[in-house]
T-cell receptor, first 119, second 113 residues
Framework: QVQLQQCGAELVKPGTPVKMSCKVS????????ISWIKQTTGQGLEWIGY??????????NEKFKGKATLTVDKSSNTAFMQLSSLAAGDSAVYYC????FGVGYFDYWGQGVMVTVSS | DIVMTQSPSSLAVSAGETVTINCKSS????????????LAWYQQKPGQSPKLLIY???TRESGVPDRFIGSGSGTDFTLTISSVQAEDLADYYC?????????FGSGTKLEIK
């Protein structure tokens, strides 16, 4: 079955980066696009960006340019998102999600990673 | 960016009742090329990640019960849940998949009396 496995929770200090992973199984990694979505109580769901695993081509929400960097490792069927210079406003649950080429909705989601930024 | 406005923000109903959740977009989500509306609905149960219910405004995802019905066109959309069950306790979100950046509504919390 299709699974997007995300690591647990992260507690990080302000100003430091964090890199989170999304390991997929149950389908061909390069046949779907991976997106990342941020969820907070205040701002709700925000789309961060996407990556095509085959080519590594990316697209970002302007709001997250310079904050998020998306990469993949095809050998391990894993997508990564690095967030730079973390601040309190980056505390959130971050999801990876899958979508088909040419569509913009997400049919499978990871379980999410809770990132807490605190000194 | 397309702004998605959902209403109400919360509602409480008894099991068996019918629920209507509204979603309004700041721009039309109707493609002139194929006459399809690029609007999706998700259900997020407590402690879980969102689950796709509806896409293209009215197409039910495989396995989704037929009591979940999506409708609307242009800028006004509705998710109707007929004969609500206790398991439908969740937050519901709309999302436009018409243009980047993809954007979501602020959510509707459904409580069961």
């Amino acid at each position: 079955q299709v699974q997007l496995q995300q690591c647990g929770a992260e507690l990080v200090k302000p100003g430091t980066p964090v890199k989170m992973s999304c390991k997929v199984s149950g389908y061909t990694f390069t046949s779907y696009v991976i997106s990342w979505i941020k969820q907070t109580t205040g701002q709700g769901l925000e789309w961060i960006g996407y990556i095509y695993p085959e080519s590594g081509s990316t697209g970002y929400n302007e709001k997250f340019k310079g904050k998020a960097t998306l990469t993949v490792d095809k050998s391990s069927n894993t997508a990564f998102m690095q967030l730079s210079s973390l601040a309190a406003g980056d505390s959130a649950v971050y999801y990876c999600a899958r979508r088909e080429f040419g569509v913009g909705y997400f049919d499978y989601w990871g379980q999410g990673v809770m990132v807490t930024v605190s000194s | 960016d397309i702004v998605m406005t959902q209403s109400p923000s919360s509602l409480a109903v008894s099991a068996g009742e019918t629920v209507t959740i509204n979603c309004k977009s700041s721009q039309s989500l109707l493609s002139s090329g194929n006459q399809k509306n690029y609007l999706a609905w998700y259900q997020q149960k407590p402690g879980q990640s969102p689950k796709l219910l509806i896409y293209l405004a009215s197409t039910r995802e495989s396995g989704v019960p037929d009591r979940f019905i999506g409708s609307g066109s242009g800028t006004d959309f509705t998710l109707t849940i007929s004969s609500v069950q206790a398991e439908d306790l969740a937050d519901y979100y709309c999302q436009q998949h018409y243009s980047y950046p993809l954007t979501f509504g602020s959510g509707t919390k459904l409580e069961i009396k």
